[in-house]
């Protein structure tokens, strides 16, 4: 993967915690880091009963990231990633917070499921390893969300569990009174969501524990300042030994263990009984740290992208597979949308390198819901789309790949913008011709050099002159489709040309 030595990359990790941001660049294969920089937000925090960030929390969040903002404006677009993680997908008015949030960072925002998230971190930590015939397990308690990945060199089994040091901060220890029955709820708690994994994670799956991420990090120094670390690494014993000082301090505000930072003692306890919780189950007997979290993961998989490696190719090739795409189909379909794309290229909403992979992806993807059924087989890929873990997209890729798919054939159906998402019914219209000239899956019978144009709610359409006279039910097909654009403001005009 040649790179330049002038490329430096941007991750910025909207956590449910802190936001942490990473520039970094890269020496042959060896990740330079240039800078580091956190704000703790504690956004589960703020995370109300009714579903919604507080206006406290957002305006917190927002200040933070106009500090943050300094850091990457100088840096291309392209060479910077943003994810939110787990208090970000849970939201009900996340779009508000992230819509102010582009406007001050300029870039756009990922949410990511769990466990793109857990194999983000796995590919960060498995970087600061030398690589070995060893499977490791890989733990990150994160502010609302931890993660599990079982891997050797690369992830095999990936999980999202929904308990992390703020939200269990929130439940257990709510006005920061530490006491032992509280302590050891919260304990059970972790050990209860913990417990029907054990036959995939438990110690016999594995080789070495790791631990990486803030709370991890947070817990080996005190460990380490306080001489319960056994070489640096965390064991049962001196975790019981920890719980034992952080119950008799009382109080969140009275916690004065060394190498403990101040913003971490709100969430210091729960974030011990969740690390306890999964030693317990999982029968670890002790645990490395790592120094590599996500946000290393994120450059070394955008570092991926802009260098010919990237997951989402992957991804779409696995589920072709799993769901029997038709292969030739796909690819007489892509090249004719390719052809029409590239006649639009200035008239569709979408930029246009961004086009090009969503109708790529599609077009790969649009009859994978003929594996479930041929009747509404569009609605089917769709909803599998939807519902679907894919490593290396965002649930806003995923969004639209979903919407081209459930709109290339029968009739339309809009959908409500969101962040991330604003539907591009003329790209829409370039996929559902390329299907309906290919109906038949025979390019022989596709005409020779038609032309697209848009112009304001107009679809223009040249055929080669009397090219529909002799085939008639293309042209029923076309005049269908004229009426079924037309539910969504579009007019399709049907012209000859020479």
């Not at 679907?388 to 790949?401: A, K, V, Y």
């Amino acid at each position: 993967m040649a790179r330049s030595a002038e490329e430096i990359y941007a991750a910025l990790d909207l956590g449910s915690n802190s936001f942490h941001v990473l520039l970094a660049r890269f020496d042959g294969r060896r990740l330079v880091v240039m800078d580091r920089y956190k704000e703790t937000v504690r956004m589960a925090a703020g995370l109300q009963d009714d579903g919604n960030l507080s206006a406290e929390v957002i305006a917190r969040a927002l200040k933070a990231l106009e500090k943050i903002a300094e850091r990457i404006r100088p840096l291309p677009k392209s060479y910077v990633r943003v994810v939110g993680t787990n208090t970000l997908r849970a939201a009900n008015n996340r779009d508000v917070f992230l819509t102010q949030a582009e406007k001050i960072l300029g870039v756009p925002i990922n949410i990511i499921s769990g466990l793109e998230e857990a194999r983000l971190i796995y590919l960060g930590v498995a970087k600061d390893f030398t690589p070995e015939d060893k499977t490791r397990l890989v733990v990150d308690i994160g502010g609302g969300s931890t993660e599990l990945v079982l891997g050797r060199n690369k992830p095999l089994k990936l999980e999202s569990l929904y308990m992390g040091c703020v939200s269990f901060s929130r439940e257990f220890f709510p006005d920061g009174r530490l006491t032992r029955r509280a302590y050891d709820k919260a304990v059970l708690a972790a050990r209860s969501e913990v417990q029907g994994l054990v036959s995939e994670f438990g110690a016999s799956n594995w080789d070495e524990a790791v631990g990486s991420s803030g709370t991890i990090r947070s817990i080996e120094r005190v460990l380490d300042g306080m001489g319960l670390n056994q070489n640096h690494v965390i064991t049962p014993s001196g975790l019981a030994k920890l719980a034992e000082a952080v119950i008799a301090a009382k109080h969140v505000d009275s916690l004065e263990l060394p190498g403990l930072d101040v913003d971490r003692s709100p969430v210091f306890a729960s974030g011990l009984a969740v690390l306890q919780g999964v030693f317990a189950e999982l029968k670890i007997t002790a645990m490395h740290v790592s120094v590599y979290a996500i946000r290393e993961g994120i450059i070394y998989d955008l570092a991926g992208r802009l260098h010919q490696r990237d997951k989402r190719v992957e991804t779409i090739e696995r589920m072709m597979e799993q769901y029997h795409v038709d292969r030739a189909q796909a690819r007489r379909v892509s090249r004719l949308a390719g052809t029409l794309l590239k006649q639009v290229e200035k008239q569709i909403a979408t930029e246009f390198g961004q086009a090009q992979r969503l109708l790529h992806w599609a077009v790969d993807l649009h009859e994978i819901g003929l594996s479930i059924a041929h009747s509404g087989y569009h609605k089917h890929g769709a909803y599998i789309l939807a519902s679907s873990d894919m490593p290396g997209f965002s649930r806003q890729e995923q969004q639209l790949l979903g919407f081209l798919v459930l709109n290339h054939r029968r009739k339309l159906k809009p959908q409500p913008a969101a962040y991330g998402f604003v539907p591009d019914w003329r790209l829409v219209v370039v996929l559902r011709l390329a299907c309906l000239f290919l109906r038949r899956r025979d390019t022989t019978l596709v005409p020779s050099g038609i032309e697209i144009n848009f112009s304001g709610a107009r679809c223009r359409v040249k055929l080669p002159v009397k090219w529909l006279d002799t085939r008639p039910l293309t042209r029923e097909d076309l005049l269908q489709e004229k009426q079924l654009l037309a539910a969504v403001g579009t007019e399709l005009v049907l012209s000859s040309r020479a």
